[in-house]
Nanobody, 121 residues
Framework: QVQLVESGGGLVQAGGSLRLSCAASGSIRSINDMGWYRQAPGKQRELVASITNGGSTNYADAVKGRSTISRDNAVKMVYLQMNSLKPEDTAVYYC???????????????WGQGTQVTVSS
């Protein structure tokens, strides 16, 4: 079994900052890409940022310049630092990871349960 657990969400005023964390645990042999997605009420889940095992990053235009994704492979964690938050950033934020488990060769994408981020105006 593989688990992803997010933390760090909450209520913040516009212009503020939050740092989201996601810890991966379980029968993990290796982790390839990791990422953060978000889903606002009535909208589809969308990519916020992703990072490869080698550290290459990709950001949605909506957060580019305001957010930084990073990871610590030694402890199997991924982070999302969000600055200059806007009310339109309000959403449930989900972490995901493409994982190879022990005794298997294929990658499976796992998701966390989500953490709520609310930005007040």
């Amino acid at each position: 079994q593989v688990q992803l657990v997010e933390s760090g969400g909450g209520l913040v005023q516009a212009g503020g900052s939050l740092r989201l964390s996601c810890a991966a645990s379980g029968s993990i042999r290796s982790i390839n890409d990791m990422g953060w997605y978000r889903q606002a009420p009535g909208k589809q889940r969308e990519l916020v940022a992703s990072i490869t095992n080698g550290g290459s990053t990709n950001y949605a235009d909506a957060v580019k310049g305001r957010s930084t994704i990073s990871r610590d492979n030694a402890v199997k964690m991924v982070y999302l630092q969000m600055n200059s938050l806007k009310p339109e950033d309000t959403a449930v934020y989900y972490c995901n990871a493409k994982v190879t488990r022990y005794y298997y060769s294929d990658f499976i994408t796992y998701w966390g349960q989500g953490t709520q981020v609310t930005v007040s105006s």
